[in-house]
Antibody, heavy 119, light 108 residues
Framework: QVQLVQSGSELKKPGASVKVSCKAS????????MNWVRQAPGQGLEWMGW????????TYVKGFTGRFVFSLDTSVSTAYLQISSLKAEDTAVYYC????????????WGQGTMVTVSS | EIVLTQSPGTLSLSLGERATLSCRAS???????LAWYQQKPGQAPRLLIY???SRATGIPDRFSGSGSGTDFTLTLSRLEPEDFAVYYC?????????FGGGTKVEIK
């Protein structure tokens, strides 16, 4: 079936880096761009930006520039989110999400990856 | 940036009651590109409505969306036990996609 499967929870110390993976299956990976969404504990959803799955060109929303990097490995239908110089405020669930907007009917989310930053 | 304001923050209702959730945009949403999501604890968001009023695949008809421009509404006609959750609106009419802050529907 169509799904996005993300890597497991991570516990990191401040200043470290983390790389979250998101593997797509059940559809043609290069048909739909990949987005990333953050949800801090008890908070709402924040769109971080997206990556063009054909060109690899990323677009970052303000507030997610510099330490955040979106990347791809199309040979294994996988998208990645890397966060460097981790801070306590990066503690959150990170979701990968793909869709066919504006058509709208295709809308697939990963199960989420909890990243905890604590000393 | 289009700011989406959802109200109320929390809605306390009983099974079988009607729920009306509001999403107001700071400026007009192009082509009424407004979606609604449901999120339960520990789960990813689930698309309910797109294009302001089109139900996503497999969504029961007790969920309906309406509105245009800056004012949008999600209506749950008769609350079922599985409907108690947090609901988010999202606009995708601009290049900067944004979410509302959410409305929690809880059991009274």
């Amino acid at each position: 079936q169509v799904q996005l499967v993300q890597s497991g929870s991570e516990l990191k110390k401040p200043g470290a880096s983390v790389k979250v993976s998101c593997k797509a299956s059940g559809y043609t990976f290069t048909n739909y761009n990949m987005n990333w969404v953050r949800q801090a504990p008890g908070q709402g959803l924040e769109w971080m930006g997206w990556i063009n799955v054909n060109t690899g060109n990323p677009t970052y929303v303000k507030g997610f520039t510099g330490r955040f990097v979106f990347s791809l490995d199309t040979s294994v239908s996988t998208a990645y989110l890397q966060i460097s110089s981790l801070k306590a405020e990066d503690t959150a669930v990170y979701y990968c999400w793909t869709h066919d907007r504006p058509r709208g009917a295709f809308d697939i989310w990963g199960q989420g990856t909890m990243v905890t930053v604590s000393s | 940036e289009i700011v989406l304001t959802q109200s109320p923050g929390t809605l306390s209702l009983s099974l079988g009651e009607r729920a009306t959730l509001s999403c107001r945009a700071s400026q007009s949403v192009s082509s009424n590109y407004l979606a609604w999501y449901q999120q339960k604890p520990g789960q990813a968001p689930r698309l309910l409505i797109y294009g302001a009023s089109s139900r996503a695949t497999g969504i029961p008809d007790r969920f309906s969306g309406s509105g245009s421009g800056t004012d949008f509404t999600l209506t749950l006609s008769r609350l079922e036990p599985e409907d108690f959750a947090v609901y988010y609106c999202q606009q995708y009419g601009s290049s900067l996609l944004t979410f509302g802050g959410g409305t929690k529907v809880e059991i009274k």
